[in-house]
């Protein structure tokens, strides 16, 4: 348990009939940068707000660095955090909202604070009332940032940020898990995570479906093949190696695992016009975990499955 | 657009808004249930009571003639037929509930006009086929209905009561009338004012002019005439049950659909979110107050406070005024002694007697202003904010324990706040009322507050969403239990569950340890029974 940022065991939230965190077993490393990933309601939220004890789990324990959660007084000592939703005191102005959170959380580095002003370009001498999405979340960002906090929650940190503003928030992260502070944060912007995320996890319904360094995600034997024809092609779903199938445009696109000899053994005699093999891109990967709960099921559990097994 | 070019644009104007009165019919149903039910219930509590205390014709006839003196004019109307039901209900009764119904029709608008649009999610009907104007034109017409409702209630409430149904009709029609003018003036503020807190403020400001201004009218008939220029004189001057007059009528209704015509008016001068005035939120802060969580506390809950100490401090400096005209007028009138020795207050000593009463009846507001604040705690929790701090080094207990302590630190500056107004105002009349008395008097009712602030806080920690509703319930039935269980004879029994009943009336008799120790005790072991239940559950948004 030492020498881990944060640390879940069995960490389980039921609210009323809903199991919306089931048995969360996470270990997140000191300098990492952790993605947190799922569909809407997948439980991301209630994760963090679970180890922020702002949520009383149901089952389970969680440590942030080595404190358990709900020691909240020497934990959060340790944390920086940006809720999902930010709200502030209409009638306080940015930098009394920022001199308050800097009290609050122990430390305050008055030049680090106007440094990140400066790099998020925010105005702090206007009533927080007047600010808009973009402008609370920095508030936010920094308010995290500038305690140099050992581990940052960070729920879906750049959103309604501008991309200059969100390449600036990526920096930050960057320079904050180069000293040595994690970085827990939760997106749907598939490209922030591929730029930034050492690691990621992947939750569906309040369980962790894969978690993994985010190159094993993408695993080497994977491809994508897409045949055009201008016939009828032979059913392709019982062929070894082969994951998935759609139909696009005048042809089929087919998911392979391992090698395409049986494929191209199976299309052998087929009227194919043009055959293309590729990477499956990162968001068809996560559609794929993601699409369960919507349609197939099976298919997706097996890969789900496949891919644990595999990390 | 194609399905609507064959109907008749009436129609379609019809259907598009249609949606947006559902909506504020749905935000509105609590209070439009609520208000109605609970006016009708006091007027039929008032007959009750007046049938009681009054049964003959003689009895009825002494009260009309000590009815019409100086000081009672001053605290409740003038009388225009107490020797009637409906009379004597409209006299006694009328003017709490005119200002009862004027501060939730005030809250109420602002909040629908205004708070909708300060949370952001006005912004999702306007972007809808419903112009903004358009959009007012229907909340307001709503609020109209709502408004209606509670002045049928009061009318059916007193007509089956046997008061006469013209003359009921004509009181509810007036009422109605009243409380949609308050609205109107919040209405107008919620497009003056950049938020809805400072549209609240203006409006409140208003209406405690308003009543302030009735109040003087009553005071002699000289200044009679100021009655004319509020809408709580021209109630008084319908003379519902004595003359009829239902002309007046007219200037009560003019006055709510001048108001709702300039909101409109002015609503397509302004920007959604914004006032007319205000205009900037650059500002470099004062800083003041950010450095821990207890002075963080102190700095959201101080310009609220100090709104309240302002009110509390004008109205009780104005009981002060009246303490030597009720003195007199009761030395010299044994009929009305009777009915004061009623109350519990002791004629040898009239002076402290009358200060002792009027600190009992301040008890509720102290009760009322905790409940509040612990409701504001509630509202930060709900909104998100609380979380910045307990995501930081401050704990549940922290946090919610300094909040509670800090209301009932304010609390008790207010009730000495209002002892010295109140001494004050004796003073310069050249009442013979000492300071320690004046302060004394408003101090006693503290251990009650202290007792509903703490089951506010109970309630902030077990069934959050109802911090406010319950507390507030609570105290205001705990109140009313006191202040009519004895002229309705209750047995005793029943009057020991009113927390304001077990207070002592200084200073008559001395500050009691008993009720202090009890009741104020009772309120630390149910806060500190909130603060632990609160640290045992989760966080939760509206």
Redesign the interface.
């Known amino acids: 348990m030492s020498g881990e940022a944060i640390r879940t065991e069995g960490l389980t939230k039921r609210f009323g009939e809903v199991l919306a965190v089931d048995g969360l077993d996470l270990s997140v490393q000191p300098g990492e940068i952790f993605g947190f990933l799922g569909p809407n309601g997948a439980g991301k939220t209630t994760t963090i ?1 679970l180890l ?1 004890h ?3 789990p149901t089952a389970g324990r969680t440590w942030l660095m080595g404190v358990p959660a709900e020691d ?2 020497a934990a ?2 340790h ?1 920086g ?1 940006v ?1 999902g ?9 940015g ?2 909202v920022l ?3 800097g ?4 430390r305050v580095d008055a030049a680090f604070l106007a440094e990140l002003l400066d790099r998020f370009r925010l105005d702090p ?3 927080t ?2 600010y808009s999405k973009g402008n609370r979340q920095k508030v ?1 960002l920094i ?1 995290a940032f500038m305690a140099r906090p050992d581990v940052l ?1 960070l729920d879906e940190p750049t959103a309604g940020l501008d991309p200059l503003m969100e390449a600036e928030f990526q920096t930050v992260a960057r320079e904050a898990a180069g000293r040595g502070q994690t970085v827990f944060l939760s997106s749907h912007l598939l490209d922030e995570v591929e730029d930034l995320c050492h690691r990621v996890a992947i939750l569906r319904s309040g369980r962790l479906v894969e978690v993994c360094a985010l190159e094993d995600l993408r695993p080497l034997d994977a491809s994508v093949v897409e045949v055009s024809a201008d016939g009828p092609l032979p059913a392709l779903d019982r062929v070894a190696g082969v994951t998935a199938v759609e139909p696009v445009g005048d042809g089929l696109r087919i998911s392979l695992t391992g090698s395409p000899g049986p494929l191209l053994a199976r299309l052998a005699g087929a009227p194919i016009t043009r055959l293309r093999s590729r990477q499956p891109s990162l968001e068809e990967i996560f559609l794929t975990y993601y699409e369960d709960a919507a349609g197939s099921p099976e298919l997706a559990g097996e890969v789900a499955q496949r891919r644990v097994g595999r990390s | 657009m194609t399905a609507d070019a064959g109907a008749a644009p009436v129609a379609v104007a019809i259907r598009i808004r249609r949606p947006v009165a559902a909506l504020s019919a749905r935000l509105l149903r609590r209070g439009s249930v609520l208000a109605p039910a609970l006016v009708a219930a006091y007027m039929v509590v008032e007959v009750y009571s007046y049938q009681r205390n009054y049964p003959d014709a003689a009895s009825r006839q002494r009260l009309a003639e000590v009815s019409d003196t100086a000081a009672l004019r001053i605290l409740q109307g003038v009388p225009h037929a107490v020797q009637t039901t409906g009379g004597f209900v409209v006299w006694d009764g009328g003017w709490v509930i005119g200002l009862s119904l004027g501060v939730w029709a005030l809250l109420a608008t602002a909040r629908l006009l205004r708070g909708e649009e300060d949370t952001g999610r006005a912004e999702l009907l306007l972007a809808g086929p419903v112009p903004a104007r358009g959009a007012l034109i229907t909340e307001l017409l709503v609020l109209a209905g709502s408004f209606a409702l509670t002045g049928a209630a009061v009318a059916v409430a007193l007509g089956a009561s046997g008061a006469g149904w013209s003359s009921s009709i004509l009181y509810g029609l007036g009422l109605a009338a009243l409380t949609a003018a308050v609205a109107g003036l919040a209405a107008v503020a919620a497009q003056v004012m950049p938020s809805r807190r400072r549209a609240v403020g203006a409006a409140a400001t208003a209406l405690g002019l308003l009543f302030l201004l009735r109040t003087a009218a009553n005071s002699s008939a000289r200044v009679g005439w100021l009655r004319w220029l509020t809408p709580y004189g021209w109630i008084d001057e319908l003379r519902a049950f004595g003359a009829d007059r239902w002309l007046v009528l007219l200037p009560l209704l003019a006055a709510p659909v001048l108001l709702a015509a300039g909101a409109v008016a002015l609503r397509d001068r302004r920007d959604a979110g914004a006032g007319l005035v205000g205009g900037s939120d650059r500002h470099v802060g004062h800083g003041w107050l950010l450095g821990n969580p207890a002075a963080f506390a102190w700095r959201t809950t101080q310009p609220v406070l100090l709104g309240w100490a302002a009110a509390v401090a004008v109205y009780s400096a104005v009981l002060g005024v009246l303490v030597k005209t009720v003195v007199d007028f009761i030395a010299g009138d044994p009929t009305y002694g009777r009915i004061l020795t009623d109350f519990g207050v002791d004629l040898t000593d009239l002076t402290r007697g009358v200060v002792a009463l009027l600190g009992g009846t301040m008890g509720v507001v102290f009760a009322l202003y905790g409940c509040w604040r612990i409701g504001a705690v509630r509202d930060e929790e709900a909104a998100g904010r609380a979380e910045h701090l307990l995501a930081r080094t401050v704990t549940r207990a922290g946090w919610l324990g300094w909040h509670a302590l800090l209301t009932a630190t304010a609390t008790a500056l207010l009730s000495v706040l209002a002892g010295v107004a109140m001494w004050t105002g004796a003073a310069v009349t050249g009442a013979d009322l000492g300071l320690t008395d004046a302060v004394g008097s408003m101090l006693a009712p503290l251990p009650a507050a202290v007792l509903f602030t703490g089951l506010a806080v109970l309630c902030f920690g077990a069934i959050p969403r109802l911090t406010v509703t319950l507390s507030v319930g609570l105290a205001v039935a705990s109140y009313l239990l006191e202040l009519l269980g004895t002229p309705l004879g209750l047995p005793a029994a029943v009057l020991n569950l009113s927390a304001f009943h077990h207070l002592s009336s200084v200073p008559v008799e001395p500050f009691g340890l008993l009720p202090t120790v009890a009741l104020g005790g009772l309120g630390l072991l149910a806060a500190a029974a909130g603060v632990a239940a609160f640290r045992r559950r989760d966080l939760t948004g509206s």
Do not use: F, I, K, M
């Open positions: 707000r922020l702002l949520l009383r909240v007084e959060h000592r944390v955090y809720p939703e930010v709200a502030l005191w209409p009638q306080l102005t930098r009394e001199t308050v959170l009290n609050l959380s122990g001498d206007v009533r009332r007047s936010a308010a929650l």
